[in-house]
């Protein structure tokens, strides 16, 4: 098993420019996160999905989209790029309501310059 | 204000020693809360879950302090493989799977 996959690993746009960030988990889980991790900030919430065709506003959505694919996948969407999305993105899913435990990606390393 | 606080280190710990960090949270309703590790520019992998009756992994030990809204860790015979960053998080029960994260405590255990 691949658990979370994310690509891609690193990424430089220009401000406006657009870009979609993938993220794919083979452990049939339900829920999958998109995360945002800046320094001295810790990790917040950019959109969350509980199931395959749900999506939800998380603590920070402004200036993304997702889109749960199918239940493996859940993309996430930069319209048109800022300074300010510049910022290591995780990706993330939980499975069975009994476990707690969210299993992330490696990361997307974003700059926007 | 953020929902989990932490002293962001780094704690310098020479190895086989014990270190102990705390964090607090801000949201009475959380029911839930776990120590992720996360190395350097890694994801995050969960360490463990904290217990009211607090618990013990190996060198390891979270205790959850409800009435005065904080968490702990000890980490005892400190290894240099422990050199990382310990992010706290607490889950709101009415939030299944939203975990709020504070942004960590480094630990840097040197010989």
């Known amino acids: 098993n691949a658990g979370v996959t994310q690509t891609p690993k690193f990424q430089v746009l220009k401000t406006g420019q657009s870009m979609t960030l993938q993220c794919a988990q083979d452990?049939?889980?339900?829920?999958m996160y998109w995360y945002r991790q800046d320094p001295g900030m810790g990790l917040r919430l950019i959109y969350y999905?509980?199931?395959?065709?749900?999506?939800d506003k998380g603590e920070v959505p402004n200036g993304y989209n997702v889109s749960r694919l199918n239940k493996r996948e859940f993309s996430l969407r930069l319209e048109s790029a800022a300074p300010s999305q510049t910022s290591v993105y995780f990706c993330?899913?939980?499975?069975?309501?009994?476990?707690?435990?969210?299993?992330f990606g490696p990361g997307t390393r974003l700059t926007v310059t | 204000r953020k929902e989990v606080e932490q002293d962001p280190g780094p704690f310098n710990v020479p190895e086989g020693a014990t270190v102990a960090f705390n964090c607090t949270y801000s949201?009475?309703?959380?029911?839930?809360f776990f120590w992720y590790r996360q190395d350097c520019r890694k994801e995050p992998k969960l360490l463990m879950s904290?217990?009211?009756s607090g618990n013990e992994d190996g060198r390891f030990t979270a205790q959850l302090n409800r009435a005065s809204q904080y968490i702990s860790l000890l980490i005892r015979d400190s290894k240099l493989s422990d050199s990382a960053t310990y992010l706290c998080?607490?889950?709101?029960?009415?939030?299944?799977?939203?975990?709020?994260f504070g942004a960590g405590t480094q630990v840097v255990v040197t010989p």
């Open positions: 452990m049939n889980h339900n829920s």
């Open positions: 998080v607490a889950m709101p029960g009415d939030s299944w799977g939203k975990l709020q």
């Open positions: 993330a899913s939980l499975g069975q309501r009994s476990s707690y435990e969210q299993y």
């Open positions: 999905s509980a199931s395959e065709g749900t999506t």
């Open positions: 904290v217990y009211s």
């Open positions: 949201n009475s309703a959380s029911q839930s």
